[in-house]
Each structure stands twice: as structure tokens, then as C-alpha cells.
């Protein structure tokens, strides 16, 4: 089912999450231990994250370099069938633009069809760590709009080679959205100007970054309705959990800590301590996200569900 059907046939707010696939050598079970805590809060979509291949360079025999490509994770698509083979849920991969051309992108929605999968979050990804700005594949997007905009035309029944009309696909598209702007955009008008175009080329839901601070995501929603983007903009929500994410999520995510946070941040002294404000945190924002009526709280879990169960119990 689509996730903008679990919306509009929801009375209250609905629980999601999202999930990393595990490093490499690891096995499904992995991810159905991530899963089962949180299942007893009924989710209708769980997002498994995608990441790209990096490329280490390796000295050959004869001193020359050769750039080797190496995936670190498995890729989403077989993650999402175990999902939807295993529970009563609706899995929603992640598809990025980045290391895919359009022929690699198009074979990725196919599998995912076959699969009876409805949904895709379209992103554009981020540079990988041997570029300083994010560089396309050579036959691939650029921006996320652009793969929203193939997407598009799959379900139009257009596919890339075939010069007739194939059976369309039917995916509901999901786009990200920064209440505290995208880190490379010149500004948040701009950002959301790109954003708008995102949803006029086929988005049907958004998906935010992580925030901490409410009123960002509600100012956000206020200038995303002021240019006429009318989705649903479900809040992406991570609860803090030890001392190394208080200085990595600001860095990684360009997000910020509102004060009253950062200040009993400043007074923790291990990650248990850490555990128990991220914790409190977390309960606080969802509590007022789900009394102002957002459609749905999306949790970061990256690879812990123990905070949003905690949280989750708290609130569903
Ligand atoms: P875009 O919408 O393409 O925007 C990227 C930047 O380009 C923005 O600054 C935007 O303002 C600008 N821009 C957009 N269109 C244009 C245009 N036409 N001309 C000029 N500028 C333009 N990354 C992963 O690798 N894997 C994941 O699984 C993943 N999951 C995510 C889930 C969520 C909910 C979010 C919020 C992010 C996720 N990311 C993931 C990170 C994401 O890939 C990065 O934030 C990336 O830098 C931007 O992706 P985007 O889809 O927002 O890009």
C-alpha cells in the first residue's frame, strides 16, 4: 500500500521508521533484530537507507594505482522483499542518484515492481568520500528531481529504450525536505523552490531531516504551504544516544541543537547519561508533533531501536 493511503485512511498519527542495512557479512537476521522491538507499535512502512559504493585506491605489483570499488552494506532491494515477506508492512527503499545511470535505475524500479513494492524515497545522495562535491554518474541525475521525473515517467508506462508504451509501474514517490535547509543550497528559498519542484515532477509525500527543534519543522511546514507545496511533510526525528552523535549529528546533518538541548547535553558525562536526555528528548518533540497532528513520526533508528522504543512506548 502506498504510504500516502496509510495517511489518508489514518485517525492519528502513524509510526514509521527508517533502517541501515548492516555491514557486509552480516546476515538478514540482523535486520529483523532491529525490526521486532519496534513492531508491537504497529508501523505501516519501514524505509531501508541505500549506500553507495566508495572507491579505495590499491597499488599494483607494478606502482601503478588501481581504483577498486567496494560496497560496504547490501543494496535495498533484497532487504525490502525479507521485509514484506516476513511482516505485515509496507518497506520503502531508498533510491539515490548517485553511482546509478538511468539504465541501472530503471532495472532497480523494475525489480522493485516485480517485488509488489509501492513506494520509493528519491534522492539525490551525497558525494562520496574521494569528491569534494557530488558528482553524477556520467548516464544518471544530477538532482534528485530528476530521478522523481523518471520515476514519473515509469509510471506513465515510458521507459527508457523501448519505443512503445510498456505497463506503467504505480510508485508512490516520497522527497526529502530540510527544515534547516539543505547544506548546499544558497538559501532556504531557494531550497525550497526546489523542493516545490521536486513535488510538481511527481513527489507525493516528504520525508524532513532530522531537527531537534519543533518550530523549525513547523515554520517549515508554513513556507512549504505558502508556495503551494500541499503533501504531507512527515517529521524525521533521531533520538540522541551517546557522546560521540552530540558533536557528529550538527556536523554530519548541518542541523542544531535548540539551547534548552544543548545545555543538558553539555552537563552529560557518558553515553548512558547521553541515552536518558536523548531519550527525554525525543518523547518531548513527538508529543508535541503528534498533538499539532503531523501525519506521521518517521525515527532514525541507524541501527538502534532501543531510543525509539523507548520513545515509541511513550507516544503510540
Ligand atoms: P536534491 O533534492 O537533489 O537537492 C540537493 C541540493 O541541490 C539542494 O541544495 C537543493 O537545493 C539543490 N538543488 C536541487 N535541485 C536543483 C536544481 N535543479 N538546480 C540547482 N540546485 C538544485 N543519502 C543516501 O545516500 N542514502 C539514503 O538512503 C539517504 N536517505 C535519506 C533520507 C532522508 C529522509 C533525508 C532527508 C536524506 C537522506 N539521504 C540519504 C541524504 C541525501 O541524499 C542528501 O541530503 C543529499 O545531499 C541531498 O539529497 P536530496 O534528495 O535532498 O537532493
Known sequence: MKVTDHISSAKDTLFSFEILPPLKGKSIQSIYDGIDPLMEFKPKFVNVTYHREEFVYKERENGLLEKISIRKRPGTVGICAAIMNKYDVDAVPHLICGGFSKEETENALIDLQFLGID????????????????????????????????????????????????????????????????????????????????????????????????????????????????????????????????????????????????????KCKNNEHVDIVGRDWGIHQSKELKAAGVPCIHYYTMSNSSSVKAIAKEIF
Not at 250 to 258: E, N, R, S, V
Request: net charge negative; hydrophobic share 40%; proline share 5%.
Open 119 to 266: 513506494n520509493v524515497l528519491a534522492l539525490r545522495g551525497d558525494s562520496i568520500k574521494t569528491e569534494s562535491n557530488f558528482r553524477p554518474h556520467k548516464d544518471g541525475h544530477e538532482f534528485a528531481v530528476d530521478l522523481i521525473k523518471q520515476i514519473g515517467e515509469m509510471n506513465n508506462g515510458v521507459y527508457l529504450m523501448d519505443d512503445i508504451t510498456l505497463e506503467p509501474t504505480d510508485f508512490c514517490i516520497g522527497a526529502a525536505g530540510y527544515p534547516e535547509k539543505h547544506f548546499e543550497a544558497m538559501n532556504l528559498t531557494t531550497d525550497l523552490q526546489n523542493l516545490k519542484a521536486k513535488v510538481d515532477a511527481g513527489a507525493e509525500y516528504i520525508v524532513t531531516q532530522m531537527f531537534f527543534d519543533n518550530s523549525k519543522y513547523f515554520a517549515f511546514v508554513d513556507a512549504c504551504r505558502e508556495i503551494g507545496i500541499t503533501v504531507p511533510i512527515i517529521p524525521g526525528l533521531k533520538p540522541i544516544k551517546s557522546m560521540t552523535h552530540i558533536s557528529f549529528l550538527p556536523k554530519f546533518f548541518h542541523i542544531d541543537y535548540p539551547e534548552e538541548l544543548s545545555k543538558e547535553l553539555l
